[in-house]
Antibody, heavy 116, light 105 residues
C-alpha cells in the first residue's frame, strides 16, 4: 500500500523559512517522479513543484520560483520542500503526491501558516 | 493555461444525473484529469486522459472531451458523491486546476 506522510508545517512569520518533508513507502520511490500540491484554506488546488527520479529535473509554479526548492533523498525515501521568503499567500495545506503530473496517491497534508 | 469550471456549485438529488464542465484557455488535447475531494481529505483521482476511469472508481463516473472543452458526468447520484470536484490540465507546465465545483446532494 502506498503511503505518503508529510511533516514540518507550522506557523512562521512573513519572510521566514520552513522545510517540509514527505516520507514514502509502499512503492519504489527512487524511480518515481514526485510532486508538491497545495491548497489554501477554503480554496482550490495549486500544483507547486515536481522533481524527477534522480533529482536532476525540477519544475516550479511561477509564484514560488526562486523561493522554494524541491529535493529528494532516495536512500531515505524522502521528498523535501525548502521554502524561503514566505508570504501570507503561501499559507496552505501542502500535499506530497506521487508522480509527475497525474496524482494518484496523496499524503494527508501538512499545514503551513504564514502570519505575524 | 487557465482552467474554468462551471457551475461553482450544483445541488441535486440521489439518483439524478449531473454534468460538470471544464474549459481550458488553450487546447490541451486530452491531457485532463478529474479529482474528487471531501472536506479535510486529500483529493482522489477519478479520471485521466479526459475519459479513462481510474481503477476502483465506480462506473457511474465518466468523462469526455478534448481540446478545450471537457465534461465530468455522474449518473445516478449517490449520497457519498457529495464533495468538490476539480479538473486539472497536465498538457504543459505549470500544471493548473480548475477552481472546483461543489456538489451538494
Amino acid at each position: 500500500e502506498v503511503q505518503l506522510v508529510e511533516s514540518g508545517g507550522h506557523l512562521v512569520q512573513p519572510g521566514g523559512s520552513l522545510r517540509l518533508s514527505c516520507v514514502a513507502s509502499g512503492f519504489t520511490f527512487r524511480i518515481q517522479w514526485m510532486s508538491w500540491v497545495r491548497q489554501a484554506p477554503g480554496k482550490g488546488l495549486e500544483w507547486v513543484a515536481n522533481i524527477n527520479d534522480d533529482g536532476s529535473e525540477k519544475h516550479y509554479m511561477d509564484s514560488v520560483e526562486g523561493r522554494f526548492t524541491i529535493s529528494r533523498d532516495n536512500a531515505k525515501n524522502s521528498l523535501f520542500l525548502e521554502m524561503s521568503s514566505l508570504k501570507a499567500e503561501d499559507t496552505a495545506v501542502y500535499y506530497c503526491a506521487q508522480r509527475e503530473s497525474l496524482f494518484d496517491h496523496w499524503g494527508q497534508g501538512t499545514l503551513v501558516t504564514v502570519s505575524s | 493555461i487557465q482552467m474554468t469550471q462551471s457551475p461553482s456549485t450544483v445541488s441535486a438529488s440521489v439518483g439524478d444525473r449531473v454534468t460538470i464542465t471544464c474549459r481550458a484557455s488553450q487546447s490541451i488535447s486530452n491531457w485532463l484529469a478529474w479529482y474528487q475531494q471531501k472536506p479535510g481529505k486529500a483529493p482522489k483521482l477519478l479520471i485521466y486522459t479526459a475519459s479513462t476511469l481510474e481503477s476502483g472508481v465506480p462506473s457511474r463516473f465518466s468523462g469526455s472531451g478534448s481540446g478545450t472543452d471537457f465534461t465530468l458526468t455522474i449518473s445516478s447520484l449517490q449520497p457519498d458523491d457529495s464533495s468538490t470536484f476539480y479538473c486539472q490540465q497536465y498538457d504543459s507546465y505549470p500544471y493548473t486546476f480548475g477552481q472546483g465545483t461543489k456538489l451538494e446532494i
